[in-house]
């Protein structure tokens, strides 16, 4: 079966556009036409699934929507018919449309979903999943709903308050290149054609300001090489994992980084255990969200551990990274169907500390670049001023 693009005029004379799958053009025309449609074009899609992909934002409407679909008995094939025409995104219809016809089908949501990787990940459909064979579908849709909403926020917490450190930076940066690279080298060449010798501080610069774009340019370059050098696989295990867990040590910032994304694990592992998929195979799926590979790498050995028979407390009282009241609350909640509710209580206490440390981390940050920059600035002051207080007091002798 085939994905259709078409072009029609509705019942009300209204051009509107959008995807219908069919087995052919032929067959196409005619579901539209049986839709009360007059189509004037209708063309195969030529997207790859696999490429599809829409926001975290569109992805969590849809999830709402089905929640409240479901919840108020809709089934679940008219469910996704009736987003597929509400959406505003024609990709996401295609795609609603595409699932709809699997579900018609016979096969299972979770398994149609999986045919779009780019938009439903590994988390989303095993717990769609688990909701269909726990036929609790409505609720898990809720849940989802919940967690890609605090997901959404937290990411829409940490961008707003890079923005002022990041402006702040970038804009000192520019004025400081603005100075070195076109006002200083005017202004000293003024001194140098009448004859002026130029003291030590103008000198230094002078030299600095003729290398720093290269510097400027060579270490962006150089983090561009080393982050690809990272996801490369030049480099063995071994040695990733060092860096990633020399990451982990860094002062404050490795804490944020450890909290951080042990509070999203934990909060997939309470998605996940909460709609009842078991433990080892939510362990096996939440591990992924770890970003650091060090500490995707310990879970991994928990995993292996709990399939051994260790209990999931035990298995992470093993590995000495995490923070200790995940151990502490993970040992009281490890009995069944208190382990979601651990991994909620877990994942809120991260959460605070998290912000706790990213808004010290944060007032730290803002008046080390300010200080920073004023130093820089003052130099290059310095630099020029000198030769000009320099040449009034040759003129003043004369």
Do not use: W
Not at 274 to 282: H, P
């Amino acid at each position: 079966m085939a994905t259709f693009k078409y072009l029609a005029f509705n019942s009300h004379e209204k051009k509107i556009s959008g995807y219908i799958n069919a087995t052919d053009q032929v067959e196409a025309i005619s579901m539209l036409q049986n839709k009360g449609l007059n189509p004037l074009s209708v063309t195969e899609s030529e997207q790859r699934k696999s490429k599809i992909k829409i926001s975290t934002r569109d992805l969590s409407i849809f999830t709402k929507q089905m929640a409240a679909l479901l919840s108020a008995g809709t089934p679940l094939e008219k469910s996704l018919e009736l987003l597929s025409t509400q959406t505003t995104n024609n990709k996401f219809s295609q795609v609603l449309l595409s699932i709809m016809e699997d579900v018609t089908e016979g096969n299972s949501l979770s398994s149609s979903l999986k045919k779009f990787p780019k938009i439903f990940d590994e988390i989303y459909t095993s717990t769609i999943y688990a909701g269909e064979t726990s036929a609790a579908l409505a609720e898990v849709f809720s849940d989802l709903a919940e967690h890609l909403d605090k997901e959404t926020q937290i990411k829409s917490q940490v961008t707003g308050a890079l923005v002022y450190p990041s402006i702040l930076f970038f804009v000192s940066l520019a004025v400081i290149y603005a100075l070195l690279t076109f006002v200083l080298p005017q202004v000293v060449e003024q001194f140098v054609s009448s004859n002026v010798s130029l003291p030590l501080l103008t000198q230094i610069l002078l030299s600095f300001s003729a290398v720093f774009p290269y510097i400027v340019f060579s270490s962006l370059g150089l983090l561009a090489g080393c982050y690809l050098l990272l996801q490369s696989n030049f480099l063995s295990t071994e040695v990733k994992l060092s860096i990633s867990k020399l990451f982990l040590k860094a002062p404050l910032f490795g804490q944020i980084i450890l909290f951080d994304q042990t509070a999203r694990f934990c909060s997939s592992m309470r998605l996940m255990t909460k709609a009842g998929l078991n433990t080892i195979d939510s362990l096996h799926i939440a591990k992924d969200t770890f970003k650091n590979k060090y500490l995707k790498n310990e879970v991994s050995i928990v995993v292996n551990k709990v399939n051994a028979g260790t209990s999931i407390s035990q298995a992470f009282s093993l590995s000495k990274i995490f923070p200790t009241v995940f151990h502490q609350l993970l040992s009281s909640g490890d009995i069944g169907s208190q382990i979601s509710v651990m991994f909620e209580k877990i994942k809120n206490f991260l959460d605070q500390e998290v912000e706790t440390k990213r808004n010290v981390l944060l007032t730290l940050l803002q008046p080390i670049v300010i200080l920073t920059m004023g130093i820089f600035v003052m130099l290059i002051v310095l630099a020029i001023m000198l030769p000009l207080l320099q040449m009034n007091n040759l003129i003043f002798n004369i």
